[in-house]
């Protein structure tokens, strides 16, 4: 981890038509592998209350990111990792991101995951990305691309 701000650091205000709305990730990090550094939002979902919740914050980062707010703070769109508590509200999540994706094509890397994969692997395939429709690493990686090859290029 190469930069870590909590929520207090990373709250956002900007114009929206008529309306100024506001996003308040749970934190905001910078991941670097190698040369690449891999900008990020987190929301920890606790599963407490209704998807609904959830879909209006995801629309509200989708309108962050649809207006170029993001360019006065960040030199790249960070993407949006949120982890839950349950495999199953990881799959209502990724559903209700599916629609984000499918209504605004200029979102960023949307991805969802459910705690315990991510303490137990946090470095494998254990994000859902919606948009891609299979799991990958934080760095867009599919567990196919981790897996050695053989020599002759079949796995």
Do not use: N
Not at 11 to 16: G, I, N, T
Not at 42 to 68: C, F, H, I, M, N
Not at 96 to 111: A, E, K, M, N, T
């Amino acid at each position: 981890m190469y930069a870590w701000q909590g929520e207090d650091q990373c709250l956002a205000e900007f114009p929206w038509g008529t309306r100024t709305v506001r996003i308040a990730p749970d934190g905001f990090g910078i991941y670097v592998v190698g040369e690449r550094a891999h900008y990020f939002f987190v929301e920890w979902d606790r599963g407490l209350g209704p998807v609904r919740t959830l879909r209006d914050k995801v629309a509200r980062y989708a309108r962050y990111y649809q207006s170029g707010a993001y360019q006065e703070r960040y030199p790249v769109c960070p993407a949006l990792w949120i982890v839950t508590r349950t495999s199953l509200r990881q799959r209502q999540i990724a559903s209700l991101l599916q629609g984000v994706i499918d209504r605004h094509v200029s979102c960023p890397q949307f991805r969802v995951a459910y705690w315990s994969l991510v303490a137990d692997d946090p470095g494998g395939a254990v994000w859902w990305d919606p948009a891609r429709q299979q799991w990958v690493t934080f760095t867009g990686q599919t567990a196919a691309e981790l897996s050695p090859q053989s020599p002759s290029g079949l796995s």
